[in-house]
């Protein structure tokens, strides 16, 4: 594959009704950059027309590039099977609802060429602009999953959960090697396994609009990954992570 500046990674389930116009804009938007990427867009075992407009936009952009995992085997594992078959420099994993604009990536170059290895969205931090705020509920859930995060792995990171973060490929390969959690608690396993290889993550303020839509379940989501950071915080301890 020939080497690229940016691979941008797009999951998506079911999202048929509205992967058509979040792919229109990534490409508009990337289009205009002085610079070679390619869109893929991993489809995670869709039952509705998301894999057939996915199919559709390759078809009419050859930089739009498939990938199908066959079975719904969840977020986490998408973003690494996306990652894991991508040649860019760097790697942008953004939600399929854009509820970070692609537009905010500009900042998050200028991060890495400026030495960052990841540059991670966060909606927490003073510059931060949420224009659509979630449920209370949500934003309950979210702070009390990130405190608990903060205590057991990831330490000095104000939101590991942003659906929007940037990877140098070249010396984050293995923590992507080395990831287990297939599910939503995936950014914080990976973040855990950057700090523990000492590398250089950038936290950095964006727009953020909440999506109606959001599949996180706050119940039975919220208890597994509880249990998922539970499980990075053990087999850390139990050697589980060669290599960290």
Known sequence: MRQLKL???IPAYNEAGRIGPTLSRVVEYLSGKGFEWELVVVDDGS?????????????????????ENGTNRGK?????????????????????????PIEELDGFLLDADGGADIVIGSR????????????????????????LVRALTVRGISDTQ?????FRRSVCEPQFLGQKIDHFSFD???????????????????????????????????????????????????GGYQGF
């Open 7 to 9: 691979s941008v990674i």
């Open 47 to 67: 039952t509705d027309a998301t894999r057939d407009l996915v199919r559709e936009a390759a078809q009419r952009d050859a930089r739009v590039r498939p990938i």
């Open 76 to 100: 986490g594992y998408s973003v690494r099977n996306g990652f894991l078959n991508t040649s860019g420099e760097y790697a942008l994993f953004s939600d399929a609802d854009l509820s970070t």
């Open 124 to 147: 927490a931090m003073r510059d931060s602009k949420i224009l659509k705020r979630q449920p209370v509920y949500r934003m309950v859930m979210g702070k009390t999953f990130n405190r």
């Open 162 to 166: 942003c659906g929007f973060k940037l």
């Open 188 to 238: 914080a396993e990976l973040l855990f396994l950057a700090q523990k290889k000492g590398l250089k993550i950038v936290e950095r303020p964006v727009r953020w609009i909440n999506s109606p839509q959001s599949k996180v379940d706050p119940v039975w989501d919220s208890l597994r990954m509880l249990l998922d950071i539970l499980k990075v915080r053990w087999s850390y301890l139990t």
